[in-house]
């Protein structure tokens, strides 16, 4: 029984299980704690882990450096090999283009990345995201 699928109305499928099927996690809770965590948007929005996937969704999923814009292009419930995980989404232009250049910044910059001395408090974390929000812009 093959459950990947490109019509929309014959599943249902979680946004953790999707992205989890989609090979963008290991594991369904890394899936659940990155949308709970805000790493994922989905259509401009900030999702629950239980919002239903629909085909031609954009989702905007933060991992590590790379920020990948994607767009939803068929559903699927079960984890398979790599090569029909990537027939689940397209990665858009502007993203691929966007993370080629970011990572040309990080290879000239040559900046070799020291682990903080503490964990951020408070203040410095908003500081952070603050931050992040004004370089995506």
């Known amino acids: 029984m093959n459950k990947t699928t490109a019509d929309p109305k014959s ?3 979680r946004l953790d299980k999707w ?3 989609a090979r963008f996690f290991k594991t369904r809770s890394l899936a659940k704690t990155a949308v709970e965590n805000g790493k994922v948007e989905y259509d401009g929005q900030r999702p629950k882990v239980s919002r ?3 085909v031609g969704a954009l989702l905007k999923i933060t991992q590590g450096w790379d920020v990948k814009e994607i767009e939803v292009l068929a559903l ?3 984890r398979g090999p790599a090569s029909v995980a990537q027939q689940l989404y397209r990665e858009t232009e502007q993203s ?3 993370r080629a250049q970011e990572t ?3 290879r000239l910059s040559g900046a070799v990345l020291q682990a903080p001395q503490h964990r951020p408090d408070k203040k410095s974390r908003r500081q952070i ?3 992040k929000r004004q370089e995506t812009e």
Do not use: D, G, M
């Open 11 to 13: 599943q249902e499928v």
């Open 19 to 21: 992205l989890w099927a």
């Open 52 to 54: 239903l996937v629909e």
């Open 76 to 78: 699927s419930n079960q």
């Open 96 to 98: 691929l283009e966007k």
């Open 104 to 106: 040309e910044k990080r």
């Open 129 to 131: 995201q603050r931050f």
